[in-house]
């Protein structure tokens, strides 16, 4: 009734929703519940904490987030914020699926599935999984391709360039070698596409001592961490915006790959910890 005293009168909003005049003034002049105080208070919480996350949280990570800067004192329940945030409209960006490309017809061998969609690691430099994929820009396409760690879920090596070529997931591999110092006897996993199948790749791998798995001919579902990991990377960082160089677009996806997702996205896999907290700790 509040909300809408600029357009109907009191008296006729009372009649129609059956409740008294009094009732109504005696509500607009009662104090604020401390409830009510604590729920105001709270919620700009929820909204700050969704404003950094830059709209990519939905109400488990907002409310793990609040039990993290709570620090042992009591936090706020799922249930309490999930109703702040449906009340307020608060919502998480949705993540759409993406259709990746993967040119598969060639004469080279291909490895068999190792991975076989085991798809966790008890500590880092276990199991790899690798993909490419494609963003638009006003220039043309900008290929990325990317090296997850199945401890933790964190990205270990990416490249991007204006091409697919080999040269592409080769400089993403040798970054993951650099970065990481994996040794021998790491599963590296990938789709069948030319360009893993290369020699040049495969030397790389051999070279270091893995050991190379391939999904399966055109199913998706053997390298569902990688293809997971594109969704959320478009749909919440790249989705809407209109990049007009390339390198407009490398610098928004570095920042998501190395500020923000490796060192501040809470993963639901990781029982809602940050991929690299998590990678470190085991």
């Known amino acids: 009734m509040e909300a809408h005293r600029s357009k109907f009168r009191v008296t006729k909003m009372a009649e129609v929703l059956n409740v008294s005049r009094s009732g109504f003034y005696a509500y607009l002049t009662r104090p604020v519940s401390e409830r009510q105080q604590e729920n105001e208070l709270l919620l700009q919480k929820i909204k700050e904490i969704h404003r950094r996350s830059k709209g990519t949280y939905g109400y488990p990570r907002i ?40 040119n598969s017809n060639h004469d080279l061998p291909v490895a068999e ?9 008890k500590k880092p430099n276990q199991k790899w999984v690798s993909d490419i994929t494609y963003i638009w820009t006003d220039e043309g396409w900008l290929y ?13 090596g990416f490249s991007m360039a204006d091409h ?6 080769i400089a993403a591999l040798n970054q993951a070698v650099g970065r990481t110092k994996a040794g021998k006897g790491l599963l590296v996993h990938s789709d069948r596409g030319i360009q893993y199948a290369s020699h040049a790749y495969q030397d790389v791998l051999k070279k270091n001592g893995f050991k190379c798995s391939m999904s399966r001919r ?8 990688m293809e997971s990991f594109w969704g959320k990377l478009k749909q919440e960082w790249l989705y809407g915006h209109r990049f007009k160089t390339r390198d407009e677009a490398k610098a928004a996806i570095f920042e998501y790959i190395e500020v923000f997702y490796n060192r501040r996205r809470k993963h639901s896999s990781n029982n809602y910890k940050v991929p690299m907290e998590f990678m470190k700790a085991a």
């Not at 009340?87 to 759409?96: E, F, H, W």
């Not at 599935?113 to 966790?120: I, P």
């Not at 199913?219 to 961490?225: I, L, Q, T, Y």
């Open 63 to 102: 409310a793990d987030e609040l039990k993290d800067q709570a620090a042992g004192a009591p936090a706020p329940s799922k249930n309490r914020v999930y109703r702040l945030m449906r009340d307020a409209g608060i919502r998480a960006k949705t993540v759409k699926k993406y259709k990746a490309t993967t």
């Open 113 to 121: 599935n190792l991975l076989n969609r085991e798809f966790t690691a």
């Open 144 to 156: 990325l391709a990317g090296i997850m760690d199945l401890c933790g879920r964190t990205i270990v």
């Open 164 to 169: 697919m070529r080999k040269s592409l997931v």
């Open 218 to 225: 055109g199913n998706c579902w053997d390298n569902a961490p």
